[in-house]
């Protein structure tokens, strides 16, 4: 199994920044790729950005040029940099990372339980 950790959600103004960290555990071989996702009430869960175990990139085209995405291998974790924020943005924001297991070797997608990002004055 595999565990993931997310860390640095909040209330922020519009125009300011926060960083979310996600820290992957468990039985993990490899890291295939982790990034975040995000969902408001009544819509789709979105992608926001992930990250490939040798940094290949890919952001939502509403994010792009604010919200910078990285990756710690020796760690196991990312972070989202997340810069000049609006009202849209609000929303809960969900670690995911695709993980082959050091057990099985398969490859599994896992889910972290979200944290809530708000954008309002």
């Known amino acids: 199994q595999v565990q993931l950790v997310e860390s640095g959600g909040g209330l922020v103004q519009p125009g300011g920044s926060l960083r979310l960290s996600c820290t992957a555990s468990?039985?993990?071989?490899?890291?295939?790729?982790m990034g975040w996702y995000r969902q408001t009430p009544g819509k789709q869960r979105e992608l926001v950005a992930l990250i490939t175990s040798v940094g290949g990139t890919n952001y939502a085209g509403s994010v792009k040029g604010r919200f910078t995405l990285s990756r710690d291998n020796a760690k196991n974790t990312v972070h989202l940099q997340m810069n000049s924020l609006e009202p849209e943005d609000t929303a809960v924001y969900y670690c995911?990372?695709?993980?082959?297991?050091?057990?099985?070797?398969?490859?599994?997608?896992?889910w972290g339980q979200g944290t809530q990002v708000t954008v309002s004055s």
């Open positions: 995911t990372a695709d993980v082959t297991s050091s057990t099985t070797y398969r490859r599994n997608d896992y």
């Open positions: 468990g039985r993990i071989f490899n890291i295939n790729a």
